[in-house]
Structure formats: structure tokens, C-alpha cells
């Protein structure tokens, strides 16, 4: 009898087994109907008809920006919502900011072709006791010098509006745009923005910062150098000609902005800088200086 019992015991297991696993796939068959019926149903009824899609990006990316930042009171001359350019310290000393694609590629081809025609051998300020003669081979670059007003186009005007954004420089203290091109070799020796009074005698203003736009890519060579970044070189004999230190690879529409001054308004002896020698390819560079008073 306790066999027999077992054996029931058993069979009624295994009946129960049976119906289980008969049971097991019609729930799972029955929650994956339910799941592609309301997949399908939230698509019916989410989708946005053609070319709403596009016109709905703004408005939710502006609510994102509410969400994120709220409202904050602002003046006249202030604006109603965050800026976004995103930036990356690349030194302290000097004070260098890289700002990747921060120009297009249509507003960087823009600049090139109003400039191009405008090409003249690069020319220096010369020192006290300097002649051009002299200083041959420091910088062998060609240039032009553009104002926005200049561009046809209008992409110095909206690069210049963003530059004053960034730096927090009004407009007004800028210079007109150089605007430079390096061939194959071309290069400018180590040099200083701000003019030492010392050197070139009294200044009625004086270069705060340099914005370098970089207009195209270049294959090899042409890096931004600053051969005395956080004091390194300074104590060697630097020779002012070799392509050391902290290097910034020139790339179509990404920015440069550093201090030529410190805070205290004496020039920064480490925002030396230069151009290394273009090895291949073509460099394309425009350059702000911006200065203590109104240009």
C-alpha cells in the first residue's frame, strides 16, 4: 500500500508536471502578444506625421534647457538663455582654451576665399634696433588683415560675435582678423603677442588674448607650440626656432584662445609661442588679438 501510495503520489507529480508545462508556453506566448501589441500601438499613436519630427527638436531641447537651468533675471546687454560652447583648459600657464568646432566648415571655406585674394608676403613689428632685413626667416607666412565688415559672406561677423562671447571681450577690443596661410615649410619663430614697452616703446593699448581659428586641417606639422608652458625651457638657452613644448594640432573649425597678460596686467612669460613648420599639407589660421581698450 505505501508503494501503491507512492506511486499515486507519483503519477499525480507528474500529471501536475505535465500541466505546467503545457501552461508555461501559452503564458509566455500570451505576454509576448500583449508586449508587441502595445509596442505597436505606442508607435500608432507617437509618431509624428512627416516633418514634424524636425520642427519638435527645438522646442523639446528648449525645454530640456528649462529643465536644467531655470530662468535667471539678466540685464540690456544680457542674453535670455545659457551659452553652450564647450571648451578644454589646456594649460594654466599660460592660460590656454581649446574649443573644438567652434566655427562650421562653411563659414572656415567662407574666410579663405575672401582672404585669398588678399595674400601678402607676413611683415613683423619690429623691436627696437630691428629692421626687416634682420628679422628675414622669423615669420614666413602670407596674410591679409579682414575686418567683419570686409566679409562678404558674413562669417567673420558671426565668428567675431562668438569670439567676444568666449572671451567675454566686447567686440569693440578686437583687431581686424589676420588671417594666414603656411605652405610647405613656412613657419613663425617663437614670439610674444603683447609688445614689451621695453622693446617697442610706449603702447596706448596692449594685447590681452589671441583667438586662433584654425580655417583648415593640416596633414603634418603647423602645431601651435608653447615652448615654455608651465615654465618648462625657460632656463636652456631656448634658441626661439625649435618646435617644443605643449603642441596644438591645427584642426578645420576648432578654436585656441590664450593670455598674453596675467592678472596683475604684466605680460605672461610663458604665452611664448609659434608655429612649427608645415611638413604636409596647407594651414589656414585666423587670428584676434584683443586688446585692453577699445580698437
Request: charged share 25%; glycine share 10%; hydrophobic share 35%.
Amino acid at each position: 500500500m505505501k508503494g501503491g501510495g507512492a506511486i499515486r503520489s507519483g503519477g499525480g507529480g507528474g500529471g501536475g508536471l505535465m500541466r505546467t508545462r503545457l501552461r508555461l508556453p501559452v503564458v509566455l506566448l500570451s505576454c509576448s502578444l500583449f508586449f508587441l501589441a502595445g509596442f505597436l500601438g505606442s508607435l500608432l499613436f507617437t509618431q509624428d506625421p512627416q516633418g514634424e519630427e524636425d520642427v519638435e527638436r527645438p522646442l523639446r531641447r528648449e525645454r530640456l534647457m528649462e529643465a536644467v537651468w531655470p530662468e535667471m533675471a539678466y540685464g540690456e546687454s544680457g542674453e535670455p538663455a545659457p551659452s553652450l560652447i564647450p571648451y578644454q583648459i589646456l594649460s594654466w600657464q599660460p592660460r590656454a582654451l581649446y574649443f573644438p568646432q567652434f566655427a562650421t566648415a562653411e563659414q572656415c571655406e567662407n574666410v579663405v576665399k575672401t582672404a585669398k585674394a588678399r595674400l601678402r608676403p607676413s611683415t613683423l613689428a619690429l623691436r627696437k634696433g630691428e629692421s626687416e632685413e634682420t628679422t628675414k626667416g622669423i615669420r614666413t607666412s602670407s596674410g591679409t588683415f579682414l575686418s567683419a565688415e570686409e566679409d562678404p559672406t558674413g562669417a567673420l561677423a558671426e565668428i567675431e560675435t562668438k569670439i567676444a562671447k568666449a572671451t567675454m571681450m566686447p567686440r569693440s577690443h578686437g583687431e581686424p582678423f589676420n588671417v594666414l596661410r603656411y605652405e610647405i615649410g613656412q613657419k613663425y619663430a617663437s614670439h610674444y603677442d603683447a609688445f614689451d614697452p621695453a622693446q617697442y616703446g610706449p603702447q596706448k593699448s596692449q594685447r590681452v588674448a589671441s583667438f586662433l581659428l584654425y580655417l583648415t586641417d593640416v596633414e603634418e606639422g603647423g602645431e601651435t607650440m608653447f615652448p615654455y608652458e608651465n615654465g618648462d625651457n625657460m632656463n636652456i638657452g631656448y634658441d626661439y626656432e625649435q618646435c617644443i613644448g605643449l603642441k596644438v594640432k591645427p584642426r578645420k573649425g576648432d578654436g585656441l584662445l590664450f593670455y598674453s597678460l596675467m592678472v596683475n596686467g604684466t605680460i605672461d612669460p610663458t604665452s611664448l609661442h609659434g608655429s612649427c613648420p608645415v611638413i604636409k599639407g596647407e594651414k589656414w589660421v585666423a587670428t584676434k588679438w584683443i586688446r585692453d581698450k577699445t580698437v
